[in-house]
């Protein structure tokens, strides 16, 4: 089964999003193993430069990398319809030996070199959006995404 492992800075701070997730986790268990891990906030961070940050942001995201396969989610990547993003995703299933890590960043986002380093630049939306609500748009995407490829009537 295809893996996805969602990685992402900062725990569900609302009981909304942690319903929401849990609602789209389920939805997505027919398509593929979906993983998500919250990396603790940085302490201190109000003390640290946004170049710092990002570093020390990313020191951490590494490590709970499983795929060679990197997205990053940034308002600065590709736009997709939703036609376009299922494509994207049997691309992906396709060239990424079974599993993708899907990357969304801090409070400042990714850095340039992250950015580069990565497969894909995915933007979900030319607006920023809080971390809280990138979740379950992510997710909702993804099972939107499947179910176009599956055929099913979810996107209709």
């Given at each position: 089964?295809?893996?996805?492992?969602?990685?992402?800075?900062?725990?569900?701070?609302?009981?909304?999003?942690?319903?929401?997730?849990?609602?789209?986790?389920?939805?997505?268990?027919?398509?593929?193993?979906?993983?998500?891990?919250?990396?603790?906030?940085?302490?201190?961070?109000?003390?640290?430069?946004?170049?710092?940050?990002?570093?020390?942001e990313e020191k951490l995201i590494e490590k709970y990398l499983k795929s060679n396969y990197r997205?990053?989610?940034?308002?600065?990547?590709?736009?997709?319809?939703?036609?376009?993003?299922?494509?994207?995703?049997?691309?992906?299933?396709?060239?990424?030996?079974?599993?993708?890590?899907?990357?969304?960043?801090?409070?400042?986002?990714?850095?340039k070199d992250f950015l580069t380093d990565s497969r894909s630049i995915l933007s979900l939306s030319?607006?920023?959006?809080?971390?809280?609500?990138?979740?379950?748009?992510?997710?909702?995407?993804?099972?939107?995404?499947?179910?176009?490829?599956?055929?099913?009537?979810?996107?209709?």
């Amino acid at each position: 089964m295809f893996r996805i492992n969602i990685i992402t800075l900062g725990t569900n701070k609302n009981a909304w999003v942690d319903d929401a997730v849990a609602h789209y986790l389920k939805l997505l268990k027919k398509y593929a193993s979906v993983r998500i891990d919250y990396i603790p906030d940085i302490k201190k961070s109000k003390n640290l430069s946004k170049n710092e940050l990002t570093d020390q942001e990313e020191k951490l995201i590494e490590k709970y990398l499983k795929s060679n396969y990197r997205i990053a989610l940034s308002d600065k990547g590709k736009k997709y319809r939703s036609e376009q993003f299922a494509r994207f995703l049997s691309d992906i299933m396709q060239k990424s030996q079974g599993s993708v890590d899907f990357v969304i960043g801090g409070v400042y986002g990714l850095s340039k070199d992250f950015l580069t380093d990565s497969r894909s630049i995915l933007s979900l939306s030319p607006m920023t959006m809080s971390h809280q609500l990138i979740r379950p748009v992510l997710l909702e995407q993804l099972y939107r995404g499947f179910s176009i490829l599956s055929g099913t009537k979810y996107h209709k």
